[in-house]
């Protein structure tokens, strides 16, 4: 049988067939592999990356097929994302500062919360679009600002 390339929670994995699926509909199946039966849902489908994200046994797994080219983006460095650097944070609205969740000298990475900002009796959560050190905050909680006013700034 030929052998293909998977990968399965970011480990690159063989196979060599061995397996069944049947399909109850577009969204559930049943693999049966070795004699035993898992049931199976496909919770998300990116098909032109090659992406499936399902659930089988209540565990989920996110598999790709490799493909041919995969190997050659790879060693050219493409598969890398590009992470942007922090150069500060401005005010997306206006609105007043409920909370400021880091200090001046800390590392931010993507993801990490920033500050707190209501506007419209709405509590706003800015996270970090890139990395970054907190080079100077410029705001104090209680204030209000307008769309565009500098808070924070980054190195």
């Known amino acids: 049988m030929e052998n293909r390339v998977w990968i399965i929670d970011e480990v690159e994995t063989r196979s060599s067939g061995g397996s069944v699926i049947k399909w109850d509909n577009e969204r559930f199946f049943t ?20 992406k499936l994200k399902i659930k089988i046994n209540h565990r989920v797994f996110e598999i790709k097929k490799k493909g041919e080219l995969d190997d050659l983006i ?10 942007r650097k922090l150069k500060e944070l401005q005010a997306p609205m206006p609105g007043r500062i409920v909370n400021i969740a880091v200090t001046v000298g800390q590392n931010l990475e993507v993801g990490d919360e920033i500050l707190s900002l209501e506007a419209m009796k709405m509590e706003n959560v800015l996270k970090a679009e890139g990395v970054g050190t907190v080079k100077a905050i ?14 924070i700034e980054f190195e």
Not at 76 to 83: A, C, H, N, Q
Not at 138 to 151: C, M
């Open 74 to 83: 790879s060693a050219l460095g493409l598969d890398i994302p590009k992470i």
């Open 31 to 50: 693999l049966t592999y070795n004699g035993k039966d898992f049931f199976g849902e496909i919770l998300e489908e990116k098909s032109e990356d090659h």
């Open 138 to 151: 410029h705001i104090a909680t209680g204030n209000v600002v307008d769309k565009g006013t500098v808070l």
